[in-house]
């Protein structure tokens, strides 16, 4: 029988949910705008509705659970999401609780950070398939990481681990949005990045950027630029080497931490490709330990914005096989 679940991506902007099927994937999708400035309330309301309507749109299949990829801090049982930096007035909320409550009783809820959601995904579905174990660094509004070993989620003591973002490169650098000094979030969240950008950018009075990105480039994003060195953009170009030698600076610490020699880079940010990851390929050995430097590999993530929602439906299809080896033990 085909296993169904619901992965949810909750962001900042939207919420999107996709029905997965367990050996096929992703079969549907469905976003709704988060509205965070309307408060948790709010919010919630808008997962259950995204959710909903992934429901009414698959009639006649059973659909076992849902999973929720979401940024911040989790609980170690994965049902509370705990104070998110991106919604006003949510604290501390049980979408177990409410999601079984508003919705089916039966329904198997599982709640993980975002960046885990999505090493899931990817060790499943995408790029992370042929490795048993990764490291994920997710380039967005912010800076996530998951730690993928022996195909699971390692979650540390609390359910914390993985928090790639809030490493620091620089103990005297600018201060990222958790208050970390010279995180490497800092420097490649999408706001920083973008305000880097627009200083350098003044070194390169020709490029096209000056006009695209509206008066002294305060519209200009990651998206901008990727498309700029694209098309041969030199300044363009320049700022994403900067931001790839940066991202290498920090992976090389993680190699040296870890051993585990395969990163693969998703988010909205990575869509620069080769633009950035290459810078990223060559300055991360200056940072590894000679003997660890052989096998490093850093690739891109290819599935956008749907491994997200295809991680978190996979923390269904998970508890379902905990479910069933524990039936055939007793």
């Not at 604290?91 to 089916?104: C, F, S």
Request: proline share 5%.
């Amino acid at each position: 029988m085909p296993h169904y679940a619901i992965g949810i991506d909750l962001g900042g902007t939207n919420i999107k949910a996709a029905l997965v099927e367990r050996s096929e994937g992703l079969i549907s999708a469905s976003s709704v705008p988060t509205e965070t400035d309307q408060g948790a309330a709010h919010v919630l309301d808008r997962i259950v509705e995204v959710a909903q309507s992934v429901i009414d749109a698959a009639p006649g299949k059973h659909i076992a659970g849902i999973g929720i990829g979401a940024p911040g801090t989790i609980n170690w049982d994965r049902t509370s999401l705990i104070y998110p930096p991106n919604i006003p007035g949510w604290e501390v909320i049980n979408l177990r609780e409410v999601l079984q409550k508003r919705l089916r009783k039966d329904l198997h809820v599982i709640v993980e950070n975002d960046a885990n959601a999505a090493a899931l995904g990817s060790a499943h579905y995408g790029a992370g398939r042929p490795y048993d174990s990764f490291i994920m660094v997710t380039l967005g509004t912010g800076v996530g990481g998951a730690i993928i070993h022996q195909n699971t989620i390692f979650r540390g003591t609390t359910g914390a681990a993985g928090e790639i973002g809030h490493m620091t490169i620089d103990y005297d650098g600018p201060i990222d949005q958790a208050g970390v000094a010279g995180a490497i979030e800092a420097y490649l969240g999408q706001r920083f990045l973008s305000r880097h950008a627009r200083y350098q950018l003044l070194n390169y009075p020709d490029s096209p950027l000056h006009q695209d990105a509206g008066p002294e480039m305060k519209d200009l994003t990651p998206a901008m630029l990727s498309e700029a060195a694209s098309a041969g953009d030199e300044g363009a170009t320049t700022v994403l080497a900067w931001a790839g030698h940066k991202l290498g600076c920090c992976l090389g610490s993680c190699i040296n931490l870890l051993d585990i020699r395969t990163i693969i880079v998703g988010g909205g940010v990575s869509a620069a490709g080769d633009l950035i990851l290459e810078p990223a390929r060559k300055s991360v050995l200056h940072y590894i330990k000679p003997g660890l430097r052989e096998g490093v590999k850093i690739l891109q993530e290819t599935l956008g914005n749907e491994v997200g929602m295809l991680g978190a439906a996979y923390l269904v299809f998970e508890l379902l096989d905990t479910h069933a080896h524990s039936s055939e033990r007793s």
